[in-house]
């Protein structure tokens, strides 16, 4: 590869955040076609250096290419974030059908949850409209940064209010069994966490 | 030709070039700058990100093939991809018959 391209490419590189997989696939387009556009200058009679030189300027600077680049890689991180909260709340209700039968009686409890419920059920709504804005959802609209954003910040907030009230829950649930520490940990806490980690860097990318 | 007037219609080119046979990324912009007559003044960096929202909307599927010995992302246009190529024509037909009745000839 001729040293201009690869300079160029490392440029691109080096402007780039998201998902590894998709950086690297769009890079390695960026370079097959750097390849092909030098070879096709070269074949009409330019020297390598002048048609990797033309290929590159054709191509449009680092400043205004990567924008467009990074907006691929945001939508991406988006949408996996987004199914990874749809993965995570779909197993919920498995989990706590099994629940041991004595709960609190107390009304706070039912407050929360009926809280946990309602909020789950518009965390999957959400996650369900991130995901498919972020995919099919390019037919009527060009998902942008600002979807990319709102995903993330939505599955932060909500994340983390299903943590405190899951917490809440456990703590009126009272006493120092094990068992609903651990499922709470195992299924919400953990898993919270995983997305959460997966949301700031959605949000690292718009 | 202005690059922003253009964008609006990119996706439709791309569709466009790619009715009647898959392409790679360079092909499809050469076939682009060849039908425009060479006026498709767009930086070709950003044809790419275009084919991936198209191929995230389910327009375009992707595949790695063999080009020329080297392997390649090729791109073919999907069925829903080909109703959107048809209504977009069919659109750009009215649009471009009613403002060619408006402004008439000189």
Redesign the interface.
Known sequence: MSDLRAEYLASLEDALVGPRRVRRSLLREAGDHLEDATAGYVEVGLDEEAAAARAVEEFGSVEEVAPHFQTTLAVSSARRTALLLLTVLAVQPFVWDGEPAATPEGLLYRVLDTGVEVLGLLMLAFALVVALACGIGNRWFHAGRSVARVGALGTLGSGAALAVLGVSMTIIAGGPQLQPWALLTGFILLPVAGTSLAARRTLATC | MNSESLRGHLDAMILAVLEDEPL???AI??ALARRSGGQLDL????V???L???E????LVSSWSEVSG?R??TYKLSR?GRK?LAGKRSEWQAFSRMVGDVLGTA
């Open positions: 790679h990324g360079y912009i050469e930086p070709t960096g950003t790419y990100p275009a991936r929202r198209l995230a909307a389910g327009h080297r390649r992302r829903s959107v």
